[in-house]
């Protein structure tokens, strides 16, 4: 099945009504490009993470039937959550895109990678790998029970 690519800025003007609604919004122009896809869609898994990357390779090993990988990674600045073995994964499991509200590293091999990424920056640090619970972290001057 062809995939029928239009610019965005033409997905824009024809469908004001959606912009106005908040159906349609546009991400703020802060993301770089990598990968050889300039430009891919698809279904949208998303993930939240900071400063760990074990549960974002956990999801690119499965198969990707063309989604997109949307990492929410905090914005920080101080590692990279995604480098060039997970992306070749991706890329190899079929998965259309990858983007990353965060750092990744090893931008040389993604960028000979057959997928998109978009991310805020590169970054030579890698991420701790300790797969942290989700829920959040707490802090309390007192003990408490549950």
Same mark, same amino acid.
């Given at each position: 099945?062809?995939?029928?690519?239009?610019?965005?800025?033409?997905?824009?003007?024809?469908?004001?009504?959606?912009?106005?609604? +908040?159906?349609? =919004?546009? %991400?703020?122009?802060?993301?770089?490009?990598?990968? @050889?896809?300039?430009?891919?869609? &698809?279904?949208? !898994?998303?993930?939240?993470?900071?400063?760990?990357?074990?549960?974002?390779?956990?999801?690119?090993?499965?198969? +990707?039937?063309? =989604?997109? %990988?949307?990492?929410?990674?905090?914005?920080?600045? @101080?590692?990279?959550?995604?480098? &060039?073995?997970? !992306?070749?994964?991706?890329?190899?499991?079929?998965?259309?895109?990858?983007?990353?509200?965060?750092?990744?590293?090893?931008?040389?091999?993604?960028?000979?990678?057959?997928?998109?990424?978009?991310?805020?920056?590169?970054?030579?640090?890698?991420?701790?790998?300790?797969?942290?619970?989700?829920?959040?972290?707490?802090?309390?001057?007192?003990?408490?029970?549950?």
């Amino acid at each position: 099945m062809a995939v029928l690519q239009l610019a965005t800025a033409e997905v824009c003007d024809a469908n004001p009504h959606l912009i106005l609604s +908040g159906e349609l =919004r546009a %991400l703020h122009p802060i993301f770089q490009i990598y990968g @050889r896809r300039q430009v891919f869609s &698809g279904p949208v !898994v998303t993930l939240k993470v900071f400063e760990d990357n074990v549960l974002v390779r956990e999801f690119l090993e499965e198969k +990707g039937y063309g =989604r997109v %990988l949307v990492v929410d990674g905090g914005g920080s600045m @101080r590692c990279a959550i995604l480098g &060039g073995n997970p !992306v070749q994964q991706a890329q190899n499991n079929g998965w259309a895109g990858i983007v990353v509200n965060g750092c990744i590293r090893d931008v040389d091999e993604i960028n000979g990678c057959d997928i998109g990424v978009r991310a805020l920056a590169s970054h030579p640090m890698k991420a701790n790998k300790k797969g942290i619970d989700t829920d959040g972290i707490l802090v309390s001057r007192t003990e408490l029970t549950v």
